[in-house]
């Protein structure tokens, strides 16, 4: 049987951009020679025309797929989605705003046929980017590394391959706060990096304000690492180390001098020291029970409103589950 490779797109109000996305796309997976494959779309809850393109696309190409939220879950969610969906014996996660070539894709394939089971892709280079964006994403994905028992590989994004074996391990995956990237260099098997230039967006604008990419961030460090709730150990101690050097200071002052420590201000300072230190391990810990609790309602992942494209006997032929309704992974698959 001809290698049937999926690539998976999530987009949330991409409607400048995904009809150029479909043609360069399609030019490279055509371009492949002996090997079938699929584009699965899955619209993040859009507000614009992005649904009614997409739409659009499927009815003149057969081989797209539409997966349509009923509101916006968010990128990773998004991508999680797709990989649920996908059919492939190898799945392509690529942006739907041109900032990883396609191209790239041809030369992830032949690392996947050399026997690699993730080929993931490292920026060399990201024109259009701000500034700051480039620096406080190297900041962060150092300190993730710090904190993390599982290596992440610098300057990576969700761009990469991955064998039909790792899609099925990240799907045995149930947690709610998906940090995709980590979550694949977790699983292992042969994993390789692809360096590739990143280009500047092809239209529209980024969907990943400052806030959001901080709770990205936030997502990222509390699913890998539990480093932050030792921070309030750390901080415990300081506070206790100043305190007892206060202590020694002021009966030494006592005791053998004439300038005896009075006044409010040390008492003040002391009082709103440790409640700061306090206020900062409730609010890590707090960070983490959050969690918990949302884990604990067990709700589906994400709900579709729509799926246009799939054609279920053909999947099932394949020995792939047909895509659930409302995924949550460590459910039984349900077939629609
Ligand atoms: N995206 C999504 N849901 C969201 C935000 C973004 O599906 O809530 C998609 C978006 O359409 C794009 C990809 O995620 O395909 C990356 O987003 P973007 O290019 O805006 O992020 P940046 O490259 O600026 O970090
Ligand atoms: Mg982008």
Known sequence: MRPFLSVVVPCYNEEAVI??????????????????????????????????????LQREDRSVR???????????????????????????????????????????????????????????????????????AKGFYRLMNRLSDTAIPLDTGDFRLMDRKVVTALQSMPERDRFV???????????????????????GESKYPLFKMLRFAFDGITSFSVAPLRVAIWLGFFASAVAAAGIVYALT???????????????????????????????IIGEYVGRIYAESKRRPLYLVQERIGFEPEASRERGVPAPPVAAYPSQPVRHS
Request: charged share 20%; hydrophobic share 45%; proline share 3%.
């Open 19 to 56: 009809t150029q996305t479909h043609e360069r796309l399609r030019g490279v997976l055509a371009g492949l020679g002996d090997l079938d494959f699929e584009i699965v779309y899955v619209d993040d809850g859009s507000s614009d025309r992005t649904a009614l393109l997409l739409q659009r």
């Open 181 to 203: 990237r980590g979550m694949v260099s977790w699983v292992g098997f042969r994993q390789t990096a692809l360096p590739y230039q990143r280009a500047p967006r092809a239209a």
């Open 253 to 283: 002052l006592r005791l053998w001098t004439s300038m005896w420590v009075t006044g409010w201000t040390l008492l003040f300072i002391g009082i709103l020291f440790m409640g700061g230190v306090q206020l900062i391990s409730l609010g």
């Open 66 to 136: 539409v997966v349509r939220f009923s509101r916006n879950f968010g990128h990773q969610v998004a991508v999680s989605a797709g990989i649920d969906h996908a059919a492939g014996d190898a799945v392509v996660l690529i942006d739907a705003d041109l900032q990883d070539p396609p191209e790239t894709i041809r030369e992830m394939v032949t690392r996947w046929r050399e026997g690699y089971d993730v080929v993931y892709g490292v920026r060399t280079d990201r024109p259009g980017e701000s500034a700051f964006k480039l620096a406080t």
